[in-house]
């Protein structure tokens, strides 16, 4: 399917601009299904149209390229709402089968679950890309909260403030273990583990 | 009249509860020191009022072990005006818990505290629309500086006012909360609770099952996520109308340099380091000043009294007696107290227990097991204590351990009172590098051997205040009036009982049956084990009994220098104090309590039969 690989290609540029990043060849890495971005991908692209490299060789979306990306990301995030919040897929699983359907899935399909997504009430993320949890977000970054588990019926997270929808920043974070974060004014210091079970998206 | 202090940890209860009753409640600055319930009594006019300083809890509807116990202080209505204490700077947060008190509908006054910190933060917060949106008084104080604290209990006396507050819930709980109203007649403040399943009676919890799933499934989210949110944002739109931001000062942040990967633990280090050697030094120095005190001007002028008989015995048991614990004991004690103190009111340890986080991971637990263990330095029964501040049983087993193991200052009294003085600073240190590899061993032997859940640190760190020298100051005394008006006294009737039984030569038995095995396997003397035993009264005893034994407090006369290392090696193992004895049986049970103090003795002979055939 030499369609998948090319938006797959136009959706990793977009999403690595979106977060102020930019993208030569070499990053373009392994795509989301495991094959790596061909040059033959790359050129078919280029001309289409669809991309561009500017003058230091790094990969940029053409208008038209946005575009499609932009459709291909949409799918991904409704998909994502479906298989996550419906069907109650963990994120892993949800995302990996977000990625699979979101180039085959055709228009009218895609709408129809957008419809029973929105109806549930369920937000579908802007960016949904961007969600992690915590233990993966850096120093200084100022975060919203989306979700946090409940682990061991511990309730002592919600009572301290990290409650979703919060903003929360994280003053410190040591190599690859606890995070410093600031929460309504106050700073509380967090294990790695604890960490992964809050989720965040990274704000603008 | 019964009036409690109720806030979160750190707010300052504890130092309005000394300054209201004048009593000794140990103040620090890390979450969660008051773990037992203080109770004191002041007048007021005719009445007396009985004044309880509740642990720092984040919430009434937590499960920690202190949580739960001021639930139940709420719930039993044993509480007849509430004093809630709130930080100011951080408002907002305290809210919560005020909140969470308010639903109870309770009469209490509000006191925010920490106010001298506001203006240094360019922050105000104007008291009348707080009282006016809440329902209750509310009163500025600073407990440091001493403002309006004498207003407080007139105040909670004659206005303490039933908050009038109703948290404005996500529809779906309201709804909730009034269908179990309708069906079964519960009260708002008990619907709460029953959707929370924190309902005392568990039927209740079971009526509002149906609703509490129905919720859940609908939200994704537990009831607790949603009500502590709604709370929460609750809490925020008071402190909004209440808060004003004068002026933005940046404030120099020292703190950032304390909790970086490279600087951070290069003052970890240099810290505890430097106050360790500080705690040594000053400790010799008081030390020799003593005791050449007592060389020159004690003995004598007992000398001159030209006692005979057994009444010189008598008289020289005394003195030696004094000697050894004051001479010997003391000086570390009291540095050492002093030290603990001072790490504790800073605020440091919270900042040590962040950089150990993932170290102590290895072994089980998780940074917050620092502060005991550092508390340990001081003494293990606080220390032991303090092991509530961990939430997880295994990790309560695992820290217990390593504090049994942790050299406490009646043992640095052996360690720096005999081999830094009397064989070289260097040996002495290598039994504290010895001792350190066995409680690393130890925790990690424990780890491996023990199962149960674990759960990393969550832990509030309190700015960084300069400890005030009176607050210290009050605090090691308190520390050391144990010491001094308990212990030195024991040890004076334990020296003089020794002298009469040395007096009529009764220790021949002890010859027999200790000494074979004494010179054998561990290389020593047998008044020498003898007074190693003495150490289950109290750690430090072991060298003041050795001193009595000898007869004399040069101990370099009657042992080799490589007893004296032996002497101290073991007994930092070997026998824990009978008081830490008593208060692990408290915190582990007594299985454990066996099993480790079993394991810490064998430790102890194993070590010291080891080097004994190594050095
Ligand atoms: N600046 C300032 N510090 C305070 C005030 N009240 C308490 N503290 C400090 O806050 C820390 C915590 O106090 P403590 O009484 O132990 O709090 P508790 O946990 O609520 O009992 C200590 O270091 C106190 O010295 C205050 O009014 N102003
Ligand atoms: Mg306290």
Redesign the interface.
């Known amino acids: 399917m030499q369609n998948t690989v090319t938006e797959e290609i136009l959706e990793m540029i977009l999403i690595r601009s979106q977060s102020g990043k930019t993208t030569s060849i070499s990053e373009l890495g392994p795509l989301h299904n495991g094959t790596p971005a061909g040059d033959n991908d790359i050129r078919q692209l280029a001309l289409a149209k669809l991309i561009f490299f500017d003058s230091d060789s790094n990969l940029n979306l053409t208008d038209k390229g946005t575009e499609l990306a932009l459709q291909v990301l949409k799918k991904h995030q409704i998909l994502l709402a479906f298989f996550s919040?419906i069907l109650g897929l963990d994120d892993g699983a949800a995302s990996n089968e977000a990625c699979k359907l979101e180039h085959s899935v055709d228009d009218s399909g895609i709408s129809r679950l957008r419809g029973i997504v929105s109806e549930q009430g369920i937000l579908i993320n802007n960016s949904c890309k961007s969600r992690l949890n915590l233990s993966e977000c850096s120093e200084g970054s100022i975060i919203r909260i989306l979700?946090?588990k409940?682990?061991?019926?511990?309730?002592?997270?919600?009572?301290?403030?990290f409650?979703?929808?919060?903003h929360i920043r994280i003053?410190?974070k040591?190599?690859?273990?606890?995070l410093?974060i600031e929460?309504?004014?106050?700073?509380?210091?967090?294990?790695?583990?604890?960490a992964r079970d809050v989720n965040v998206t990274e704000e603008k | 009249m019964r009036i409690g202090l109720i806030g979160n940890p750190n707010v300052g209860k504890s130092l309005i509860f000394n300054e209201l009753t004048g009593l000794g409640v140990e103040v620090s600055n890390y979450p969660g020191t008051t773990v037992d319930i203080f109770l004191g009594t002041i007048c007021l006019g005719s009445d007396t009022i009985e004044i309880t300083d509740i642990p720092g809890i984040?919430?009434i509807?937590?499960?920690?072990e202190s949580e739960q116990f001021a639930r139940e202080i709420i719930l039993s209505n044993s509480i007849d005006i509430y004093i809630s204490v709130l930080d100011a700077?951080?408002l907002?947060?305290n809210l919560?818990l005020f909140i969470e008190l308010a639903e109870f509908r309770r009469p209490a006054i509000i006191v925010l505290n920490m106010t001298d910190e506001l203006k240094k933060r360019g922050l105000s917060i104007d008291s009348k629309v707080l009282e006016e949106i809440i329902g209750v008084p509310v009163l500025y104080v600073s407990a440091r500086t001493g403002m309006n604290i004498n207003e407080i209990i007139p105040l909670a006396a004659k206005r303490a006012a039933i908050p009038d507050l109703q948290v404005p819930y996500e529809a779906h709980i309201e709804a909730g909360i009034r269908s179990l109203f309708s069906l079964f007649g519960i009260k708002r403040e008990e619907a709460l609770m029953a959707l929370l399943e924190l309902h005392p009676d568990p039927k209740v919890n079971e009526l509002a099952d149906p609703i509490r799933n129905e919720i859940s499934n609908t939200f994704?989210?537990?009831l607790?996520?949603i009500i502590?949110?709604n709370r929460?944002?609750f809490a925020?739109t008071i402190a909004q109308k209440v808060e004003k931001q004068n002026e933005q000062k940046e404030k120099y942040d020292f703190n950032?340099y304390l909790?970086?990967?490279v600087s951070g633990f290069f003052f970890l280090i240099l810290i505890i380091g430097g106050l360790l050697s500080f705690a040594f030094l000053v400790g010799s120095w008081i030390d020799r000043l003593l005791l050449y005190t007592f060389q020159y001007f004690v003995t004598p002028a007992f000398n001159s009294l030209q006692l005979t008989g057994i009444w010189n015995s008598i008289g020289l048991s005394v003195l030696l007696g004094l000697e050894a614990g004051f001479g010997v004991a003391f000086p570390f004690i009291l540095t050492f107290y002093l030290l603990v103190s001072l790490i504790e009111d800073s605020g440091y340890l919270?900042r040590a227990?962040?950089?150990c986080?993932?170290a102590l991971?290895r072994f089980g637990l998780?940074?917050i097991a620092v502060i005991p263990l550092v508390l340990g330095l001081g003494c293990n029964v606080p220390a032991i204590m303090g092991l509530r501040l961990l939430?997880t049983k295994k990790q309560k087993r695992i820290a217990a351990l390593m504090i049994l193991l942790t050299p406490c200052s009646g043992r640095t009294v052996v360690i720096a009172g005999l081999v830094a003085v009397f064989v070289g600073l260097i040996p002495a240190l290598s039994i504290y590098c010895i001792i350190a590899i066995v409680i690393l061993a130890s925790a990690y032997l424990v780890n491996r051997l023990s199962s149960g859940?674990?759960?990393?640190?969550?832990?509030?760190?309190p700015p960084l205040r300069w400890p005030k020298l009176l607050d210290i100051l009050s605090k090691t005394y308190n520390r050391l009036k144990e010491f001094l008006f308990i212990a030195i006294p024991a040890l004076v009737v334990t020296s003089i009982i020794l002298g009469i039984l040395q007096y009529f030569n009764a220790f021949a038995w002890v010859e027999e049956y200790i000494g074979g095995f004494s010179m054998a396997v561990l290389g020593l003397p047998s008044f020498a084990t003898t007074a190693l035993l003495f150490a289950i009264l109290r750690k430090e005893m072991a060298v003041e009994i050795l001193a009595v034994l000898a007869g004399t407090p040069q101990i370099s006369l009657v042992m080799s220098g490589k007893q004296i290392y032996l002497f101290a090696l073991i007994n930092a193992l070997f026998i824990p104090c009978i008081s830490s004895i008593a208060v692990l049986f408290k915190e582990v049970g007594a299985k454990y309590t066996l099993i480790f103090c079993g394991y810490v003795m064998v430790l102890g002979i194993v070590i010291g039969a080891l080097f004994n055939l190594l050095l």
């Open positions: 919040e979700s946090i409940e682990h061991g019926n511990d309730r002592l997270l919600h009572d301290l403030g409650c979703p929808g919060e003053i410190r040591l190599h690859n273990s606890s410093i929460v309504k004014g106050c700073e509380i210091a967090i294990s790695r583990d604890v | 984040y919430s509807d937590g499960k920690s700077t951080h907002a947060r919560y994704h989210m537990t607790h996520q502590a949110t929460h944002n925020l950032k909790t970086s990967p919270t227990a962040f950089l986080d993932r991971h998780h940074g939430r859940s674990e759960y990393g640190m969550v832990l509030e760190m």
